[in-house]
């Protein structure tokens, strides 16, 4: 019986299109002049510190770290530093209006009626932990912070590893079995599989109710196919 639902963001809750479209090239825009700005400040200072230990270079101007981001950004790599400071500039953007975040309509339905019915709602994202709450708190269905239980992001390993969701239920206090999982990336409900969770893969190129399987993980067009089997 699921105690838990764990919840991807991009393509599963939200469409991805916001993320690759708005959110990244809001930061992009804005990394260099944040770095330059705030260069002192604690916050930027302990993010290009963990910037430091990811790379090879010293990094010792803003300048420099900035090349360092941006590269990471066209690599596309998920680099925790990477996405610590793109939380911090989103920040800025979700609470002076200029962002508001995609939901799909089913999603923020399922998730009301999961919180109704007493599951526990996590999200495990490759964006940071602040970048997941600023999500959720700013989003076109107003704030739905309340809703949910807890955040996990890569410090709590890589999404394509199962020893990454097994260590999620283990923060959780629930068996993996216990743990219903929702991505749209056949690498993580590959690996959430693999450590015992219940699977279901969004594939949001589908018709809503769509229902089918991809050898033994089960393909869902909406969460409004399973909400009420996700008991």
Do not use: C, N
Not at 93 to 117: F, I, M, N, P, S
Not at 124 to 142: C, D, F, W
């Amino acid at each position: 019986m699921t105690q838990a639902v764990l919840l991807d963001i991009e393509g599963t809750i939200g469409d991805i299109a916001f993320v690759r479209e708005v959110l990244f090239p809001f930061a992009r825009a804005r990394i260099a002049d944040v770095l330059k700005a705030r260069w002192s400040d604690p916050e930027i200072a302990q993010t290009v510190q963990a910037a430091r230990l990811s790379s090879t270079g010293e990094l010792p101007t803003p300048a420099e770290a900035a090349r360092q981001f941006l590269s990471w950004m066209d690599e596309d790599r998920k680099v925790t530093p990477l996405k610590t400071l793109q939380g911090i500039i989103w920040r800025e953007g979700y609470r002076g209006g200029e962002l508001k975040a995609h939901l799909y309509a089913d999603a923020v339905e399922a998730v009301r009626a999961w919180h109704k019915r007493g599951l526990r709602l996590y999200i495990y994202s490759s964006g940071s932990i602040e970048a997941q709450k600023l999500y959720v708190a700013h989003s076109v269905a107003g704030d739905l912070t309340a809703l949910f239980d807890g955040f996990f992001d890569t410090t709590s390993g890589a999404k394509g590893e199962p020893s990454s969701y097994a260590k999620i239920a283990a923060a959780i206090g629930v068996r993996t079995d216990e743990i219903t999982f929702f991505s749209d990336a056949p690498a993580e409900t590959g690996a959430a599989l693999s450590a015992g969770l219940d699977v279901y893969r969004v594939d949001r190129t589908m018709p809503t109710a769509f229902e089918g399987r991809e050898a033994s993980t089960a393909v869902i067009g909406s969460l409004s196919t399973v909400v009420d089997r996700t008991r």
